[in-house]
């Protein structure tokens, strides 16, 4: 049985992209070895395939130059002393390990991009931070083979770049409907406060979450579900504490583990995806919260960055925001009428079927036949 190892430097609790990436390997008859980061003392198992393995990494720093570079010094040894055939990088802040390990053992390395790694907002405002990044990434690409990424922009933009094509592989969800939800994830004392408006994600800079707490404030009728966590929690909750917010028309879930999340999407009105143009990576995003939405069948309010701006316009199952402002924000909920969000709600069904990854996944027998 031949062998995949898969790099992440998150802990894997929410990544629903490696899980089933991991589970498709496995299916398929490899054997997969995961590594990530160990961020809690307890998680939830991972997969029940016997064939997937997890090794978190407990490290004394999580943040800045010394985290990156003592993390890349654990895997470098962690992928040295692996059995291997195959290893699978995902995004730039773990490839240079993989790289090395793939050249001194003469392994096949195929590398996952899930975003335009030195375009995130977190490196707009460093740029000495972005040029070793940059200068990595020039490196290290234009000699890979097996790449491919989450969007047709950031496909193309690798490819001006470094002349190296990308297969694009969206972050679909699995074919799955919710026809009952948990108990414990009935969100009884949100929804009786008014429909819930969802952001699900990572709570970072650029993703609109500001503007939407404060549209909070203009709306009645309505409450803010946000579920994730990330750089700007604190200061997020601040900000609905001091608009008389917070647990009475925002609330803060946490991060749900990727198998959990598909319940609260359900029980949404709508699902809000609101990046702004902070950088090339969110213009070119394909974010997999967007599909999430539309495999729950929540009609979507979203930004018209290019990509996600091409799904709305082709499946119709959501509305732009032509202008990031609360007033705007507001109104634009407030317009749909009963007959357009039905519309969008069948829109959301019709769009599921083709928009799902098992249809994606097939693209993956490129890189691990």
Known sequence: MKTVTITVINDLLTDNRVLKTAEYLAAKGYRVKIFGRKLQKTYPPFSSNENITVKRFKLPVNKGKLFYLYYNFILFFALLFTKKDILLAVDLDTLLPNYLVSHLQNKKLVYDSHELFTEVPEL??????????????????????????????????????????????????????????????????ISTKGKILLYQGSLNKGRGIELMIKTMALLDGFTLVIAGSGDLENELKKLAAELNLLDK?????????????????????????????????????????????????????????????????????????T??????????????????????????????????????????????P
Request: aromatic letters at 10%; a positive charge; charged letters at 30%.
């Open 249 to 321: 028309k925002v609330f803060f879930l946490g991060r749900i583990p990727a198998k959990e999340l598909k319940y609260i999407t359900a029980q949404a009105y709508l699902g809000l995806s609101l990046e702004e143009e902070a950088g090339l990576n969110y213009k070119y995003a394909l974010p997999n919260k967007l599909f999430d939405y539309i495999m729950a069948e929540v009609p979507q309010v979203v930004s018209p960055l290019t990509e996600m701006k091409k799904i709305i316009e082709q499946y119709k199952t959501g509305i732009l925001l």
């Open 323 to 368: 202008k990031h402002d609360e007033e705007t924000l507001k109104n634009t909920i407030l317009s749909i009428t009963p007959g357009q969000y039905g519309e969008m709600k069948k829109n959301c069904e019709i769009a599921s079927k083709e928009l799902n990854w098992e249809n994606e996944a097939k693209k993956l027998e490129k890189y691990f």
């Open 124 to 189: 707009i405002d460093r740029p000495k931070t972005k040029k070793i990044w940059l200068k990595l990434e020039s490196w290290i690409l234009p000699k890979l083979k097996h790449c491919y990424t989450v969007s047709p922009s950031i496909a193309k933009e690798y490819k001006n770049r470094y002349g190296v094509g990308f297969e694009v592989i969206r972050n679909l969800p699995l074919y799955e409907k919710v026809k009952s939800i948990p108990k414990n994830l009935k969100l009884n004392h």
